[in-house]
Protein backbone atom coordinates (compact mmCIF):
# COMPACT_ATOMS: atom_id res chain seq x y z
CA UNK A 1 0.00 0.00 0.00
CA UNK A 2 1.92 3.00 -0.81
CA UNK A 3 -0.18 5.51 1.46
CA UNK A 4 1.88 3.54 4.51
CA UNK A 5 5.24 3.83 2.78
CA UNK A 6 4.62 7.87 2.09
CA UNK A 7 3.55 8.32 5.61
CA UNK A 8 6.53 6.30 7.08
CA UNK A 9 9.64 4.14 6.61
CA UNK A 10 9.63 0.23 6.83
CA UNK A 11 12.86 0.60 9.63
CA UNK A 12 11.27 3.92 11.94
CA UNK A 13 7.81 1.66 11.70
CA UNK A 14 9.39 -1.11 13.12
CA UNK A 15 11.72 0.55 15.83
CA UNK A 16 8.04 2.44 16.72
CA UNK A 17 6.68 -0.78 17.07
CA UNK A 18 9.47 -2.42 18.87
CA UNK A 19 9.84 0.07 21.78
CA UNK A 20 5.82 0.91 22.01
CA UNK A 21 4.62 0.14 25.56
CA UNK A 22 1.05 0.24 27.08
CA UNK A 23 2.12 -0.69 30.41
CA UNK A 24 4.59 -0.64 33.05
CA UNK A 25 6.72 -4.16 32.97
CA UNK A 26 7.73 -3.93 36.74
CA UNK A 27 4.21 -4.11 37.98
CA UNK A 28 4.17 -7.52 35.81
CA UNK A 29 3.07 -10.37 37.39
CA UNK A 30 4.47 -13.73 36.77
CA UNK A 31 2.65 -17.05 35.53
CA UNK A 32 1.31 -18.65 38.23
CA UNK A 33 0.29 -15.56 40.62
CA UNK A 34 -3.47 -14.78 40.86
CA UNK A 35 -2.69 -11.28 39.96
CA UNK A 36 -1.21 -12.87 36.49
CA UNK A 37 -2.96 -11.02 33.63
CA UNK A 38 -2.49 -12.28 30.00
CA UNK A 39 -3.11 -9.01 28.58
CA UNK A 40 -0.92 -7.05 31.31
CA UNK A 41 0.91 -5.13 28.17
CA UNK A 42 -2.05 -4.07 26.01
CA UNK A 43 -5.08 -3.61 29.26
CA UNK A 44 -4.27 0.29 29.45
CA UNK A 45 -4.95 0.44 26.03
CA UNK A 46 -8.07 -1.62 25.90
CA UNK A 47 -9.26 -0.09 28.39
CA UNK A 48 -8.99 3.46 26.85
CA UNK A 49 -10.27 2.05 23.26
CA UNK A 50 -13.65 0.81 25.35
CA UNK A 51 -13.78 4.36 27.07
CA UNK A 52 -13.83 5.95 23.86
CA UNK A 53 -16.45 3.50 22.37
CA UNK A 54 -18.70 4.56 25.32
CA UNK A 55 -18.36 8.14 25.00
CA UNK A 56 -18.45 8.71 21.28
CA UNK A 57 -21.47 7.05 20.73
CA UNK A 58 -24.99 5.72 22.68
CA UNK A 59 -26.44 3.12 20.47
CA UNK A 60 -29.93 2.51 19.36
CA UNK A 61 -32.37 -0.01 21.47
CA UNK A 62 -31.63 -2.80 19.33
CA UNK A 63 -27.38 -4.15 20.61
CA UNK A 64 -26.25 -7.69 20.17
CA UNK A 65 -23.24 -9.99 21.69
CA UNK A 66 -21.23 -11.77 19.30
CA UNK A 67 -17.86 -13.21 19.06
CA UNK A 68 -15.50 -11.64 16.22
CA UNK A 69 -12.33 -13.62 15.07
CA UNK A 70 -9.19 -11.81 14.05
CA UNK A 71 -6.25 -13.17 12.09
CA UNK A 72 -2.86 -13.48 13.95
CA UNK A 73 0.19 -15.66 12.93
CA UNK A 74 2.88 -14.76 15.48
CA UNK A 75 3.21 -15.74 19.13
CA UNK A 76 0.45 -16.12 21.62
CA UNK A 77 -0.28 -18.45 24.34
CA UNK A 78 -4.33 -17.68 23.67
CA UNK A 79 -4.49 -18.11 20.06
CA UNK A 80 -6.74 -20.49 18.42
CA UNK A 81 -6.38 -22.92 15.83
CA UNK A 82 -9.70 -23.33 13.79
CA UNK A 83 -8.99 -25.27 10.74
CA UNK A 84 -12.27 -24.89 9.04
CA UNK A 85 -11.80 -21.08 8.66
CA UNK A 86 -9.77 -19.30 6.12
CA UNK A 87 -7.95 -17.85 8.91
CA UNK A 88 -6.87 -20.49 10.64
CA UNK A 89 -4.71 -18.98 13.79
CA UNK A 90 -7.12 -16.18 15.30
CA UNK A 91 -7.38 -14.27 18.66
CA UNK A 92 -11.08 -14.20 19.49
CA UNK A 93 -13.08 -11.21 21.01
CA UNK A 94 -16.49 -10.76 22.62
CA UNK A 95 -18.25 -8.09 21.82
CA UNK A 96 -21.13 -5.87 22.47
CA UNK A 97 -22.85 -4.18 18.99
CA UNK A 98 -25.38 -2.20 18.08
CA UNK A 99 -27.36 -4.09 15.65
CA UNK A 100 -28.35 -1.27 13.06
CA UNK A 101 -24.77 -0.46 11.97
CA UNK A 102 -22.53 -2.94 13.77
CA UNK A 103 -20.87 -0.34 16.18
CA UNK A 104 -18.74 -2.10 18.34
CA UNK A 105 -19.33 -0.51 21.77
CA UNK A 106 -17.57 -2.75 24.15
CA UNK A 107 -15.13 -5.85 23.65
CA UNK A 108 -13.26 -8.23 25.55
CA UNK A 109 -10.40 -10.02 24.43
CA UNK A 110 -10.66 -13.88 24.96
CA UNK A 111 -7.71 -15.35 26.79
CA UNK A 112 -8.69 -19.23 26.67
CA UNK A 113 -10.13 -21.45 28.74
CA UNK A 114 -8.23 -20.32 32.21
CA UNK A 115 -9.42 -16.89 31.87
CA UNK A 116 -11.48 -15.94 34.41
CA UNK A 117 -14.31 -13.26 34.04
CA UNK A 118 -15.85 -11.54 37.46
CA UNK A 119 -18.23 -8.82 36.84
CA UNK A 120 -19.22 -6.38 38.70
CA UNK A 121 -22.46 -7.95 40.66
CA UNK A 122 -22.75 -10.63 38.65
CA UNK A 123 -24.49 -13.79 40.43
CA UNK A 124 -22.31 -17.07 41.38
CA UNK A 125 -24.22 -19.44 39.45
CA UNK A 126 -23.53 -17.85 36.04
CA UNK A 127 -21.76 -19.87 33.17
CA UNK A 128 -18.58 -18.89 31.46
CA UNK A 129 -20.86 -17.22 28.53
CA UNK A 130 -23.25 -15.81 30.96
CA UNK A 131 -20.69 -13.42 32.58
CA UNK A 132 -19.22 -12.55 29.24
CA UNK A 133 -22.59 -11.79 28.34
CA UNK A 134 -23.18 -9.97 31.86
CA UNK A 135 -19.47 -8.07 31.82
CA UNK A 136 -20.36 -6.56 28.13
CA UNK A 137 -24.28 -5.52 28.41
CA UNK A 138 -24.08 -4.93 32.37
CA UNK A 139 -23.88 -0.78 31.63
CA UNK A 140 -27.41 -0.98 29.60
CA UNK A 141 -29.39 -2.66 32.81
CA UNK A 142 -32.72 -1.14 32.95
CA UNK A 143 -32.93 0.90 30.37
CA UNK A 144 -34.59 -0.35 28.22
CA UNK A 145 -32.18 -2.05 25.56
CA UNK A 146 -33.23 -5.23 23.73
CA UNK A 147 -30.44 -7.70 23.34
CA UNK A 148 -30.03 -10.27 20.24
CA UNK A 149 -27.87 -13.39 20.91
CA UNK A 150 -27.03 -16.50 19.48
CA UNK A 151 -27.82 -19.84 20.97
CA UNK A 152 -24.65 -20.37 22.55
CA UNK A 153 -25.04 -17.24 25.21
CA UNK A 154 -29.06 -18.36 25.63
CA UNK A 155 -28.58 -20.46 28.65
CA UNK A 156 -31.18 -20.64 31.82
CA UNK A 157 -29.43 -18.41 33.81
CA UNK A 158 -29.22 -15.89 31.65
CA UNK A 159 -32.63 -15.89 30.44
CA UNK A 160 -33.76 -15.32 33.93
CA UNK A 161 -31.81 -12.91 34.47
CA UNK A 162 -33.37 -10.63 31.24
CA UNK A 163 -32.78 -7.05 33.01
CA UNK A 164 -32.20 -4.84 30.01
Known amino acids: ?77 FKQFLPSKHARYVVKMYKTCERATVYTYKFRIYEGKDSHAEPHRCPDYMGSSGKIVWELVSSFFHMGYHLYVYNFYSNVPLDTCAIL
Open 1 to 77: MPVFSAAMARHRYKSIMCFMHFNNNTLYHPRGDPEFDQLHKIQPFVNHLNQKFADVYTPQQNICVDESLINFSGRLA
